[in-house]
């Protein structure tokens, strides 16, 4: 079982935008402002799409964006491409004996 | 872009031992404080290992500690992650990544290590 839960899968139509939800506690998300978010298309390696909550690296799409909330991160991807489609994954530093610590995974369907 | 390959991996036996090593090609590493995260096939990622770029600071997931040792050579180019008493579960992809503000930035393809008799 995976410290931070996300949804299993999410879908939207093109041009639609989603947000994917990623739920931990006053530990990890709640209690520190290192959230991440990353991307991952089959057979190839994560990407890194979101830092520190809501920052983009260089050469990400403006339609990537992340925010918190108590201790629950979100990523919101507006104006929904087929490219969009793939796994994505939340991190975040945590307190406990384990300082990383992912989420389960949702598979997004671009529909 | 950071670029970054690992290699080690392979078949070993339960309770067996690998070492695997990460570069940055054409980037001294010793500016990069580095993770290790792996996948087990058909599942999710798991943070495994970090070391700090000046490898005075290492850190461990629970399903690790005391099995996996994280180092890093003198000069500071190549990092290693010793995989020690292997099991079964062990089994994944294992990706070597660039901290990035607390986040994982530049990924490595991976390098598969699979335990099995």
């Known amino acids: 079982q995976s410290a931070l839960t996300q949804p299993a899968s999410v879908s939207g139509s093109p041009g639609q935008s989603i947000t994917i939800s990623c739920t931990g506690t006053?530990?990890?998300?709640?209690?520190?402002?290192?959230v991440s978010w990353y991307q991952q298309h089959p057979g190839k390696a994560p990407k890194l799409m979101i830092y520190e909550v809501s920052n983009r690296p260089s050469g990400v799409s403006y339609r990537f964006s992340g925010s918190k909330s108590g201790n629950t991160a979100s990523l919101t991807i507006s104006g929904l491409q087929a490219e969009d489609e793939a796994d994505y994954y939340c991190?975040?530093?945590?307190?406990?004996?384990?300082?990383?610590?992912f989420g389960g995974g949702t598979k997004l369907t671009v529909l | 872009q950071v670029q970054v390959v690992e290699s080690g991996g392979g078949v070993v036996q339960p309770g067996g031992s690998r070492r695997l090593s990460c570069v940055t090609p054409?980037?001294?590493?010793?500016?990069?404080?580095m993770h290790w995260v792996r996948q087990a096939p058909g599942k999710g990622l798991e943070w495994v290992a970090f070391?700090?770029?000046?490898?005075?600071?290492?850190y461990y997931a629970d399903s690790v500690r005391g099995r996996f040792t994280s180092s890093r050579d003198n000069s500071k180019t190549v990092v290693y992650l010793q995989m020690d008493s292997l099991r079964v579960e062990d089994t994944a992809l294992y990706y070597c990544?660039?901290?990035?503000?607390w986040g994982f930035g530049a990924w490595g393809q991976g390098t598969m290590v699979t335990v099995s008799s």
């Open positions: 054409g980037i001294t590493s010793e500016y990069y404080s």
């Open positions: 990544a660039k901290d990035q503000n």
């Open positions: 991190n975040s530093y945590t307190s406990s004996s384990t300082p990383w610590v």
């Open positions: 006053s530990s990890d998300i709640g209690g520190h402002n290192y």
């Open positions: 070391i700090r770029n000046d490898g005075n600071d290492k």
